[in-house]
């Protein structure tokens, strides 16, 4: 029905509005409601189902990408510019732990998927053809560990036909994005898992309550000044990042062209690094009092918007066309699961490295600070630095997996 982006933004604002005046409401019903549901996780399906049931097309919508480009920067230097970073590196090494779990469940996740269901694609059987189903997964393996830089890299090292490549795409954005819809359904349940596993919390409850004290009885009235200088900031440190990002990623793509492994080609891995950086220099200066006024709370509403453009390309109805394939990339994430659950386990790790070591590899620098955030906004920069070590050894291990599932076919 709808398919003009500024006719789906507006639909987008007005669930956002709804779903966040709803949640807060004291009304018994609603109250009872998001005890069950948590409201990020309807900022990110509604927009899903209304894609889904045809109501919103978002196939040509160029929202996502204004979001991921132009409000994830300023988005990341607003949380980020009252980052406690002593206190981010002081949550030990369970972090990194997990994040390398998840790697590992997606390295062998993908050939026992071949193993298991293989079988179920004669049409992609051949492992010699341009369409194997190999070569199209080791693009999935591409852009669930590190990005989009990955997925194109994996592209052209394995010579993956167009057909099997596209069908790829769609298996990534309907099973990423269930995988995340289950994230961040487990958010409020996260004490749950915490007990479970005995894990030790006291270095994220600490953070979370050192960032509390931070704000207590030091919160003040915005005024239009202010706000203005946190846009100011913001945007204009977003827009010195652009014109970095635009500098760096050709000259290594001309001057060191093997650093592709890196995604040191990418612009956009650029921008993210240096709009993270730019936020952690602010937290050394005056402009660490912006926090006092909400600039983690304009940054969030930045970041919601993010999320409801990330929900617009779930299209459920898909799973219906080529139900096999779908249930390929679920095994293959369940696999992913386990291997970070076994993982979370042994080490007793909280449910929060559990969840952003996943989406440090799954979703990367766009959808992990979203997970993090939902824990507390001031716990996004963990999870962009995570994302940005998927990025850097992305298409390492996007390749060994390739080999492993070449090998099993």
Same mark, same amino acid.
């Given at each position: ?6 006719? %789906?933004?507006?639909?987008?604002? /007005? ?8 949640? !807060? ?14 409201? +990020? ?14 109501? #919103? ?6 929202? @996502? @990408?204004?979001?991921?480009?132009? $409000? +994830? ?30 790697? $590992?469940?997606? /390295? %062998?996740?993908?050939?026992?998927? %071949?193993?298991? *269901?293989?079988? =179920? ?51 990534? /954005? ?32 600490? $953070?979370?309550?050192?960032? &509390? ?52 080609? !990418? !612009? ?5 690094? +240096? ?29 919601? #918007?993010? /999320? ?7 299209? $459920?109805? &898909? ?7 779908? *249930? ?6 369940? %696999? ?8 979370? @386990?042994?080490?007793? !790790? ?52 390739? #080999?492993? =599932?070449?090998?099993?076919?």
């Amino acid at each position: 029905m709808f398919h003009t982006d500024a006719t %789906i933004l507006g639909i987008l604002g /007005i669930v956002l509005m709804a779903v966040f005046t709803t949640s !807060s409401s004291q009304h018994p019903w609603c109250k009872k409601f998001y005890s069950v549901v948590p409201a +990020l996780l309807l900022a990110y399906f509604i927009p899903g189902l209304f894609s889904s049931t045809g109501i #919103i097309d978002a196939s040509n919508s160029k929202l @996502y @990408y204004v979001a991921t480009r132009y $409000l +994830l920067p300023p988005c990341m230097i607003l949380l980020v510019l009252s980052v406690d970073l002593k206190g981010i590196l002081g949550l030990g090494p369970k972090a990194l732990i997990m994040f390398f779990a998840g790697t $590992l469940g997606v /390295i %062998i996740g993908g050939p026992l998927a %071949i193993i298991l *269901l293989g079988g =179920m694609f004669p049409e992609y059987g051949d492992p010699q053809s341009a369409d194997a189903l190999w070569r199209g997964m080791s693009t999935l393996a591409g852009t669930w560990i590190g990005g989009g830089a990955n997925q194109t890299a994996m592209k052209e090292i394995f010579k993956v036909g167009d057909q099997i490549f596209s069908v790829m795409v769609v298996v990534d /954005i309907i099973v990423a994005n269930c995988w995340m819809a289950f994230l961040l359904w487990m958010v409020p349940r996260a004490h749950k898992w915490d007990t479970y596993f005995k894990a030790d919390t006291t270095s994220i409850d600490a $953070l979370q309550k050192k960032m &509390e004290d931070y704000h207590h009885g030091k919160d003040q009235m915005p005024t239009l000044t202010n706000y203005m200088q946190m846009f100011g900031l913001a945007f204009f440190l977003s827009g010195v990042a652009h014109f970095l990002a635009d500098i760096i990623a050709p000259f290594f793509e001309t001057h060191f062209p093997q650093t592709v492994q890196f995604s040191l080609t !990418s !612009s956009f891995f650029w921008l993210i690094v +240096l709009a993270t950086l730019f936020g952690v220099i602010l937290s050394f200066t005056k402009y660490k009092k912006l926090e006092y006024f909400g600039a983690s709370k304009l940054g969030s509403v930045f970041l919601y #918007i993010l /999320i409801a453009t990330i929900g617009l390309k779930m299209n $459920l109805v &898909e799973i219906a066309k080529n139900p096999s394939l779908f *249930l390929l990339g679920f095994v293959w994430m369940l %696999i992913h699961g386990l291997c970070m659950f076994g993982a979370a @386990y042994v080490t007793k !790790s909280p449910f929060f490295f559990f969840a952003v070591g996943s989406k440090a590899n799954i979703g990367g620098a766009a959808s992990a600070p979203v997970v993090a955030a939902a824990f507390h906004p001031m716990l996004a920069p963990v999870a962009v630095l995570l994302a940005v070590l998927g990025y850097v050894i992305g298409t390492y291990g996007a390749w060994l997996t390739g #080999i492993l =599932m070449r090998a099993v076919s």
